[in-house]
Every structure is written in C-alpha cells, then in structure tokens.
C-alpha cells in the first residue's frame, strides 16, 4: 500500500499541465474521537470520500484459543476488522493554483505502521486536541514529530462548560512557544481554513523540503 498521496492528489497531478496548480498533502492527526472525520468534511470540497484499507500483520487483543468452526470463522472476522482501517480523504482548491489534499490519519496505536507512507511528501499536519483530554493526542504528536512533519495544534470545541487555556494544552503536550496553537471549531469551515492556513504559513516558516515561499491566503472562500 502506498499512501504518499491520495487518489485524489494522483488524479490532479496527471490531469494539470506541467505549469499548472500543485497539490500538497496534509495530514488531520489525533488521537481516537479527535474530529478528525468532522473536520475534513467541513473543508473540503469533495466529500470527504472515505476509503477503508487492510494492514497486514495487524491482530486484535488475544482473547483465548476458540473452539470449533465458528469460533475459527469469528476469530478470523475479528482480525479483519481489527486490521481494516477507515481513512477520510478531502480536498480544498484555492485560486486556482493550489490544492491542499487533506487526509485524516488513523488514531488507534495498532495504525502506527502506516505513519511511515502517510508522513511521506506531507507539507504539514494539523494536531486535534481535544481540550478535555488533550493528552489522548501524545501518540499522534509523538508520530509528527518523529517523522520531522511540521504542525499546528488545533484545540477542538468543548461544549462543557470550562474551556482550558491554549497555553494549558501546550504545557500538557509540552509544546515549544514556536508551535502555533489555535482554537478551532472543526464543524465551522471558516474556522477550519483559519487553521489550514497556519498550518501551511508555519510549515514554510519551517523550511519544508520544496514549500519555502509566500503562504496562500487559505481563510478566503
């Protein structure tokens, strides 16, 4: 399996003459009920289109030996599922002469094997964080950060009656001050563009392999 790119990336890639519109990946990472799903369907403009994928290798917890036939057949089903891996795909197309391709990586740490062709060719990531659990990301953050992904933390809508300090969510991932970290509603597309296009300005800020430049105004419709 390759995942550097979606399909829908490969597909705007071939179709475009030489001079024409590129298209940058970038990840939606979190851990496991981020919004991640919510987030990538409120940006794009496609979808979001959802592809389910099989890892090989990937084993469910060890329940104890089966018994029979059926116990066989469910244990087989239950590793299926164990290793089938839903991903959400979008895309986001900006005057014409840029395509950010949007791809929401898996959270569960049994995934972790893909983040080596997911991380590849990324401009950057957007880290949800929950604001109640905002220690649930670690993994993800964990991930970006080995695989040198530049990345802006965007700290999710709490419908509770407390909402924590962003700079109490960069003190519980131990974020450095040079880290953007924004609020973000990922059910409002104007608030997800805002946080896009930080991520796209920060990644350039960071030097990307290939993305040194002026930064496309992404909050604009």
Known sequence: MVFADSGACRKHRKSAPAASP????VLVAGGPGAGKTTLVGSASEVGPLRTEEF???ARPPSG????????AEAEEADERKAATVAMDFGRITLSGRLT???????GQ???GPLWDELAQGALGAVLLADPRRPRDCLGAL???QRHAVP????????????????????AALGLDAAVPVLRCDVRDRGSV??????VVEHAMAAGAPGRRGSAPDLTRP
Do not use: T
Request: proline share 9%; charged share 30%.
């Open 64 to 71: 104890g030996p089966g018994q029979g036939r059926g116990a």
């Open 142 to 144: 964990d991930r970006l």
């Open 109 to 111: 740490e049994r995934f």
């Open 55 to 57: 890892l090989a290798g």
């Open 22 to 25: 590129v298209a940058l990946k």
């Open 151 to 170: 990345y802006a933390v965007a700290v999710n809508r709490s419908d509770g009656p407390r909402r924590p300090p962003k700079e109490a969510v960069r």
């Open 100 to 106: 950010l391709c949007l791809l929401a990586a898996p």
């Open 193 to 198: 563009r805002e946080v896009l296009a930080s």
